[in-house]
Nanobody
Framework: QVQLVESGGGLVQAGGSLRLSCTASGGTFTDYSLGWFRQAPGKEREFVAAVNWGGRTYFGDSVKGRFNISRNNAQNMVYLLVDSLEPDDTAAYYC????????????????WGQGTQVTVSS
């Protein structure tokens, strides 16, 4: 029943920044932990970041110090702010939601968005 729609991807030069957005509908937004995953061609899906219902954040090792995640409960949105982008960050980025933060982090979210493409040029 929960639907997630991502936006904000695009083409950016190395060193640049983007803000990815995920808008949720259905369900009760504050009951869910949310996260971001990414998948590049030929690579496995990778955990990027997550935030639980209380605002605690979690980050994958590859993006620590460069990315940030935040949620706006009033807007039913979660954001991924990506900074100091590198070509290796090129991937489709997916928003995910689940009542259980551990499910989000482990890639077992109940709900997934359709993805937004981030391409970083050197």
């Amino acid at each position: 029943q929960v639907q997630l729609v991502e936006s904000g991807g695009g083409l950016v030069q190395a060193g640049g920044s983007l803000r990815l957005s995920c808008t949720a509908s259905g369900g009760t937004f504050t009951d869910y932990s949310l996260g971001w995953f990414r998948q590049a061609p030929g690579k496995e899906r990778e955990f990027v970041a997550a935030v639980n219902w209380g605002g605690r954040t979690y980050f994958g090792d590859s993006v620590k110090g460069r990315f940030n995640i935040s949620r706006n409960n009033a807007q039913n949105m979660v954001y991924l702010l990506v900074d100091s982008l590198e070509p290796d960050d090129t991937a489709a980025y997916y928003c995910a939601a689940d009542p259980n933060i551990l499910s989000v982090i482990s890639g077992r979210s109940s709900y997934w968005g359709q993805g937004t493409q981030v391409t970083v040029s050197s």
